[in-house]
């Protein structure tokens, strides 16, 4: 068996062998990777099984691994009470890593014993250490492995990988020089040095691998078919101030590539204000550096961005509110914060301060309960037309409190009426329509009631049960999804004329029972409340979760792009407001006769968008920090689709080991039941 060694592994997940993900960890490493493993030996069973799965584990790494990844297991087991000096030592290290012993549960000879024992391992690379300090159980083990790894190959030793270098190129026509003063913008001309010089910082950490080109379209009109196709701003005047600026057109925009990646990031907002006129505004510098560093990251795949909105009333995720004393508890998503953040940098999104930053590319919209202007709408629209993705966990009702308040008085329930948020109609547009209801299903999560209240189970209706049959396995980040809980969810329908005039591919992720039904006027979620309907209500199967992909149509196209909304400010005096008004109307004359070109991407890139029509599927009450549930996983298996990283989304599926027995009738179960008590006696 050692010398003609092979295994095979038949289980359906391939618990036991490990994934692309981790061969790709350990085969690109560039810089040594070392793993010491401190486990008790001859331990009790389960935990022995632990060790073994480690050392299986740990040879299949090496196997996939180049020169660069070593494992030792470390002796640190006491001989009959006594410690040798290399076992001292070994523990010693063991403590230097922060690895300590944990007390465990041993039966011998029926007796119930308990020891200590070491059960972690910790991961060196270059100056960075990485520790799992406690590993009682094989579930997970690999994805914990493979993730710690990704986070110690850093951004040093993916620069390190590099066989080619970063491109970053600004294209800015010279022309613009000639009307940047009537734009405001007297500092345009500084701007190439100034963005060369950042470069030459930023590669000063990154080994040289940063490549910066100024390329001047007006000079070479070759590079004029390029701005289109790079999707950069460009802009076209007439004559100006009295003939001494002649008519001309330019472009602006920073272009980095890697390879076949490609991300354009804007250098000048257009924001058009009534009674003002139009405004341009450069980028800001000091946050440049910032946006290149992240970009950078993202073209050579290390820890992506993850943009959250924040503002429209969504749900707080990156900074939940503190609680209070009058009203009712906030809303809290803090386990999705910790989820998400392990591998993803969290980033806030304020749409109303400003445009969404380029250097994230899937935005999470949380259950916004305010209004998007159609200024907001164009934000979020152009931001997928780039090819980005978006997650929408949006509600379909809002719910209206009879005294506005935490406290219901007894006979008085909430009032549920219709979102409008503004995003229907830009999810309709794309073929995508939620509809303003919620499904209840007799298949439904049953809540143990405490002994006061009688104990038992009651069902809770508007808790749909999502069976294996009603979940789509095939994509390959929703295997071993196998069970959902889904809570205030709205039915979802797609325009199939829609979405397929348009080329776009629409996956169906899960959905209810076929015995569902929905709640639409009087709505009443108190399950003590709630009953079965009458035998001739409508009950069916409803679409609760959708992916749509490919290139998306804007809901702007053939449209001027949408005035921002005017911020509203203190009164002035009469005087000093006809003197503003005045100016103000001169310089908009001035800026109205130059017309842009090429600020409405109608026709966006390969995009993604992920519906599902309720908030409550990312709070706490139905995520778990520890990320286990299966309702964790595929929450956050839908973000690593998002952000193109499915290999880590097939990894996590993996640790998921529940498998319900399939639904069978009364016959199947007899037939089997006689087979089982009759046949197989006669089969002997």
């Known amino acids: 068996g050692l010398t003609f060694f092979k295994r095979m592994d038949l289980t359906a997940g391939r618990l036991y062998s490990i994934s692309d993900v981790s061969k790709a960890a350990v085969s690109t490493l560039k810089e040594p990777l070392t793993i010491n493993v401190f486990f008790t030996k001859n331990l009790p069973a389960p935990h ?73 391992l910790a991961m060196i690379h270059g100056d960075q250490i990485e520790r799992i300090p406690t590993i009682t159980s094989t579930d997970g083990l690999e994805y914990k492995l493979t993730m710690a790894m990704r986070k110690l190959n850093n951004k040093v030793s993916a620069l390190l990988a590099l066989e080619d270098k970063i491109h970053v190129d600004l294209y800015m026509s010279s022309s613009l020089l000639d009307v ?21 910082r930023i590669n000063i950490n990154s080994y040289g691998k940063v490549v910066f080109e100024y390329k001047d379209p007006s000079r070479t009109p070759e590079l004029k078919a390029s701005l289109e196709k790079l999707r950069i701003l460009q802009l076209n005047w007439p004559e100006l101030d009295n003939g001494r600026i002649k008519a001309g057109q330019g472009g602006i925009g920073l272009v980095m590539t890697y390879g076949k990646k490609t991300i354009t990031i804007p250098l000048m907002q257009v924001i058009k204000i009534p009674i003002i006129g139009t405004q341009y505004q450069l980028a800001e510098l000091d946050q440049m550096e910032e946006v290149l560093s992240a970009n950078m990251e993202s073209l050579i795949d290390i820890n992506q961005n993850l943009g959250i909105l924040t503002d429209f009333g969504s749900l707080p995720i990156v900074s939940p509110p503190a609680p209070s004393q009058f009203g009712p508890p906030p809303e809290q998503a803090g386990n999705f914060n910790i989820l998400a953040s392990q591998n993803y940098s969290l980033k806030e999104i304020a749409l109303k301060e400003g445009p969404l930053p380029d250097s994230v590319n899937c935005l999470v919209i949380p259950g916004p309960k ?77 809540q143990r009631m405490p002994r006061e209240m009688g104990g038992g189970e009651r069902p809770v209706y508007f808790a749909p049960l999502i069976k294996n049959a009603n979940i789509n396995n095939q994509p390959g980040y929703m295997q071993n999804i196998k069970t959902l809980i889904a809570l205030k969810v709205a039915p979802i329908s797609i325009d199939m004329e829609k979405t397929k005039t348009h080329n776009l591919k629409t996956t169906l992720l899960f959905q209810s029972s076929e015995r569902s039904w929905e709640m639409k006027d009087k709505i009443n979620l108190n399950p003590n ?106 929450v956050m298996n839908i973000l690593d689709y998002l952000n193109e990283q499915e290999g880590v989304a097939r990894l996590r599926s993996k640790q998921q080991r529940f498998t319900p027995l399939n639904e069978t009738g009364a016959f199947t179960k007899t037939a089997v039941k006689a087979f089982n008590i009759v046949g197989l006696p006669i089969v002997v």
């Open 180 to 200: 940047a003063p009537l734009m405001k913008l007297d500092d345009l001309q500084h701007l190439p040095q100034q963005l060369e010089e950042m470069v030459e």
């Open 370 to 446: 305010e209004k998007f202007s159609d200024y907001d709408l164009f934000q979020i629209d152009q931001f997928l037309m780039k090819g980005k993705s978006l997650a929408i966990f949006m509600d379909s009702l809002r719910e209206i409190r009879p005294d506005n308040s935490g406290f219901q008085m007894q006979g008085m329930n909430s009032v549920f009426v219709p979102m409008e948020s503004g995003l229907e109609k830009l999810l309709s547009h794309y073929g995508i329509d939620v509809h303003p209801s919620i499904v209840n299903d007799e298949e439904s999560f049953r």
């Open 529 to 634: 409340f709630i009953k079965l309907p009458d035998p001739d209500t409508e009950r069916k199967k409803f679409e609760l979760a959708y992916m749509v992909e490919g290139e998306f149509p804007s809901y702007f196209a053939g449209k001027s792009v949408p005035e921002k909304p005017k911020e509203e400010e203190p009164a002035k005096p009469s005087e000093e407001n006809d003197e503003t008004a005045e100016t103000e109307t001169a310089k908009a004359a001035s800026t109205k006769m130059i017309e842009s070109a090429g600020e409405i991407i109608e026709k966006g890139r390969p995009g993604k968008i992920f519906i599902l029509a309720s908030s409550d599927m990312i709070k706490d009450n139905l995520l778990d920090k520890e990320g286990r549930g299966v309702n964790d996983i595929f």
């Open 48 to 120: 022995n099984n632990t060790e073994r799965y480690l050392h299986d584990l740990l040879s299949e790494y090496a196997a996939a691994a180049n020169q660069n990844f070593n494992y030792r297991f470390y002796d640190v087991s006491p001989d009959q009470g006594d410690l040798n000096n290399e076992t001292a030592k070994n523990q010693t290290l063991a403590t230097s890593f922060g690895i300590h012993p944990i007390q465990i549960q041993a039966i011998e000879k029926d007796e119930v014993k308990f020891q200590k024992a070491y059960m972690g």
